[in-house]
């Protein structure tokens, strides 16, 4: 090991470069030293891999049967594979397996796996399969229904609007993994939002509103008979380079607006309202509804991708459990480094 802080200036300038054999860069330094960076690992070390690999949903995913459209339920499995889901069986390993997950998620902030058996075992194996789960008080894996064990309106049969989980911790779950095991009544679509695709719409019409969600602290709160969890951060953070990094979004967690004079709450009331608005807008590109069927289980970048449902009757029984973002950031750069 070198004590770095003790080598002159020359020594740690880079003295040559070249392009290396696999698309990456060979840096001769000033003191001799060799350094290669592989084409997999130049993101983690030059730039944000997350930010660097944003794409839109995919299209079958993007489309909105909701709505206006007289033919709102399923988006057909074969549209789901075609736009990037993978088939449990494909005959992947399980390493090759979990980086098709991670950069459909990292590209997407969704990706989706069928044919899994609709059980609670079946979702488990495939989820610690790619990572170790984060336990919230939620427990490290649910499987419920509509009984209100939890003071959370995920626990009801109410419409939920899109939001992000877990608002309320200082560090919000990266992913989260939904699989719908069984349901036997009517609604339960399920309502997915590119909230960074959103931010962009908002920040291209109103760039004021966008600084002020992103520079404007606010407290998020969940209570319950067992637990007070709270923390302060602004809905949207930027990483140094100013792209989107984090979106903290949900109304039913978010504890009254910012301290500061009338006109700032007012302003920042404005702004709220405005990504309200469109990140409900069920026939934005950026909105996606869909019937998650036994089978289909779908993963979610809980940073990126607002979630949300429609109202529903019957027995609905869902399994899930939390990633923990840099969890899964280290095991998606460990495959990278591979
Ligand atoms: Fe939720």
């Not at 299209?59 to 075609?82: H, K, M, N, T």
Request: charged share 20%; with cysteine; net charge negative.
């Amino acid at each position: 090991m070198v004590a770095t802080h003790t080598l002159a200036r020359e020594a740690v300038s880079p003295a040559d470069a070249e392009m290396g054999d696999d698309g990456g860069v060979v840096v001769t330094w000033g003191d001799g030293h060799v350094s290669l960076y592989s084409a997999g690992e130049l993101p983690a070390v030059f730039g944000s891999n997350r930010v660097a690999a944003r794409q839109p949903m995919p299209e079958g995913v993007g489309i909105s049967r909701s709505g206006g459209s007289p033919a709102a339920g399923d988006i057909p499995l074969e549209q789901l594979v075609a736009s990037g889901a993978l088939e449990i069986d494909a005959g992947l390993g399980q390493e090759q397996y979990t980086e098709q997950v991670l950069d459909n998620l990292a590209a997407y902030g969704l990706a989706f796996v069928t044919g899994v058996e609709p059980s609670a075992a079946a979702t488990r194996a495939l989820l610690e399969g790619i990572c170790f789960a984060r336990a919230t008080h939620y427990g490290d894996f649910w499987d419920f229904t509509a009984d209100l064990e939890h003071g959370d309106t995920a626990y009801t049969n109410l419409a939920l609007r899109p939001h992000t989980d877990g608002t309320y911790f200082t560090d919000p779950p990266g992913a989260q993994i939904l699989h719908c095991l069984e349901h036997d009544g009517s609604g339960g679509d399920s309502v997915m939002v590119d909230g960074f695709a959103a931010l962009d719409a908002l920040a291209a019409a109103r760039p004021d509103h966008f600084d002020l969600l992103s520079s404007t602290p606010l407290r998020w709160t969940y209570v319950d008979a067992n637990d007070v969890y709270s923390a302060v951060a602004p809905a949207v953070t930027t990483d140094a380079a100013g792209a989107l990094r984090q979106l903290r979004f949900n109304n039913d967690d978010r504890d009254g607006f910012p301290d500061g004079d009338a006109s700032t709450v007012a302003a920042y009331y404005e702004a709220w309202t405005h990504l309200m608005g469109l990140v409900n807008d069920a026939n934005a590109p950026w909105t996606a509804t869909f019937k998650l069927l036994p089978g289909t289980v779908c993963f979610f970048d809980n940073w990126r991708t607002l979630h949300g449902r429609t109202a529903f009757t019957g027995k609905r029984r869902l399994a899930g459990a939390y990633y923990s973002a840099q969890d899964l950031a280290s095991r998606h750069a460990r495959i990278k480094r591979a």
